[in-house]
T-cell receptor
């Protein structure tokens, strides 16, 4: 089971780019990197996943170097509504780590965006 | 689109009381899960149901029971609440282990 390490918190101002780096040194060959976002008083929701290089969608970009031992979630031009906890998961394509369909969440990174 | 609905949203219990947390999904998903989230920690799996009629323990099942009433509903019961069960409880569902998981909005439970 690949362990992930990410910063506990990050502060940003509106309009800035936020980059959250997740370390996963013992990622397995078949593992994907998946990120979830959790707003206050809500459950987590999937935002992006990738295996290597770069993935971009309407919410974020995910950068994965060739050695895949880390990944960086990039949130462009953040707004107040991007204040949330962001979780990095390593597992199958949806972040699952076992046959139960279990999602292994760590403590995540609390991102606070201020005006 | 309702997705995953949890009731109640908030609850305060006295130690020793019992209660059932309700979860329903309208996406015809096979698998359902109950997680708890404590301050500064990630979500921990309490119980899961891979399909209708089956339930299995997760990593922190002690003090809880579950019922997969039908394909839509998966309830979590606390028979004798303890302060250590103060937490936010999330229900999730997915079609199967190889698809996206969807979470409810959570139930904030306080046991005094």
């Amino acid at each position: 089971l690949a362990k992930t390490t990410q910063p506990i918190s990050m502060d940003s101002y509106e309009g800035q780019e936020v980059n959250i780096t997740c370390s996963h040194n013992n990622i397995a060959t078949n593992d994907y990197i998946t990120w979830y976002q959790q707003f206050p008083s809500q459950g987590p929701r999937f935002i992006i996943q990738g295996y290597k290089t770069k993935v971009t969608n309407e919410v974020a970009s995910l950068f994965i170097p060739a050695d895949r031992k880390s990944s960086t979630l990039s949130l462009p031009r953040v707004s107040l509504s991007d204040t949330a906890v962001y979780y990095c998961l390593v597992g199958d394509i949806w972040g699952t780590t076992d046959s139960w369909g279990k999602l292994q969440f760590g403590a995540g990174t609390q991102v606070v965006v201020t005006p | 689109n309702a997705g995953v609905t949890q009731t109640p949203k908030f609850q305060v219990l006295k130690t020793g009381q019992s209660m059932t947390l309700q979860c329903a999904q309208d996406m015809n998903h096979n698998s359902m899960y109950w997680y708890r989230q404590d301050p500064g920690m990630g979500l921990r799996l309490i119980y899961y149901s891979a399909s209708e009629g089956t339930t299995d323990k997760g990593e922190v099942p002690n003090g809880y029971n579950v019922s997969r009433l039908n394909k839509r509903e998966f309830s979590l019961r606390l028979e004798s609440a303890a302060p250590s069960q103060t937490s936010v409880y999330f229900c999730a569902s997915r079609q199967d282990q190889n698809t996206e998981a969807f979470f409810g909005q959570g139930t904030r439970l306080t046991v005094v």
